[in-house]
């Protein structure tokens, strides 16, 4: 899964399953830039319950809930419970996190954010 060249754009696993369908959706974002927050900096301040929406195109809009909120060190992050298959629909969002280092140009762990859709609503 390649991160995305801008830092305003989220990623989205496009081999993967799509928001909404059963299994675990992936999407991911950059935390921070050199000149400042990017757009999953404030994912670190979401706890379960709380809610992440998704707008489609045709303005379907998918209501997910946090269920819990973990940090992984890069090289251990759970690829299984990340990617791997899932009962119900899921949608899980990573970025970067700890301390960065500007010689190997990577943050130390990545935050995950996973989730389960609670509703579906068109039109909205």
């Given at each position: 899964m390649d991160i995305p060249?801008?830092?305003?754009?989220?990623?989205?696993?496009?081999t993967g399953i799509l928001p909404g369908a059963t299994g675990n959706a992936v999407m991911d974002g950059h935390v921070d830039s050199y000149t400042g927050p990017a757009v999953f900096f404030r994912l670190k301040k979401l706890k379960p319950g709380d809610e992440v929406l998704i707008r489609n195109k045709s303005g379907r809009v998918l209501q997910f809930n946090v269920e819990s909120v973990e940090t992984f060190k890069t090289a251990d992050a759970p690829v299984q419970k990340i990617f791997g298959p899932a009962d119900g629909a899921?949608?899980?969002?990573?970025?970067?996190?700890?301390?960065?280092?500007?010689?190997?140009?990577?943050?130390?762990?990545?935050?995950v954010v996973f989730t389960k859709l609670q509703e579906v609503r068109y039109g909205q």
């Amino acid at each position: 899964m390649d991160i995305p060249q801008s830092t305003d754009k989220v990623g989205f696993l496009s081999t993967g399953i799509l928001p909404g369908a059963t299994g675990n959706a992936v999407m991911d974002g950059h935390v921070d830039s050199y000149t400042g927050p990017a757009v999953f900096f404030r994912l670190k301040k979401l706890k379960p319950g709380d809610e992440v929406l998704i707008r489609n195109k045709s303005g379907r809009v998918l209501q997910f809930n946090v269920e819990s909120v973990e940090t992984f060190k890069t090289a251990d992050a759970p690829v299984q419970k990340i990617f791997g298959p899932a009962d119900g629909a899921h949608l899980n969002l990573i970025t970067c996190t700890g301390k960065y280092s500007r010689s190997k140009k990577e943050h130390e762990a990545r935050l995950v954010v996973f989730t389960k859709l609670q509703e579906v609503r068109y039109g909205q």
